[in-house]
């Protein structure tokens, strides 16, 4: 899917953030996020975007500045800072708006999947895979979606989640056990070896 525009709100009825995401093509893919899986992929998410948005500005500025020189490394730094900042910039205006010739169901049927897992992988070629898997008992099949984002897009999604999560006021509560997360020792063939290894969360 090319990804149009990224939703996410606190549904207090549920107590639970929905993620709604919607296509270029049209078809929006919906998603509950619990408190527990919530407050475990924050801090994944924010520091696989950062480590994301590191990538793709250096390897900007290195293109741009080939044979930097070490007189040069000032400015190149202040180069990579521009880069950085502009790709943590993004249009948290525009209200979020279906496709007006999307279908009237979204593409994974009436009811958004409720997350059980989510699987957040750095790719070589700068882009972040995330990978929602709904995973529940006697559940015939499991349900699941991936969308890939550019640093904008990661980035988009973050902030949009520490809105959410502060509007639910999740962080005011008293504190619970740590949720369980288990982090991936398996390292896909497109991830560079310098990369962040994927992180799972179940």
Known sequence: MNI???????????DRLLIRINGKEGGELRA???RRMGLALLPILGQTTTDQISKVAAAAVAAALPGVSAED???????AFETEAALRSGDFETPY???EDAPVEPLLGPEPLLL??????????????LQMFEKLPDQEAVRNFQVMMDPQLSNALLHLLHQSVNASQWLELPALAAPDHAVSTTEPAELAADLPKPRYLN
């Open 4 to 14: 149009h525009q990224v939703s996410v709100s606190y549904v207090q009825e549920q």
């Open 32 to 34: 509950w996020v619990t």
């Open 73 to 79: 490394q000032r400015s190149q730094a202040l180069a």
């Open 97 to 99: 708006q279906p496709r």
């Open 116 to 129: 059980t897992e989510v699987k957040v992988t750095l790719l070589g070629s700068g882009q972040l895979r």
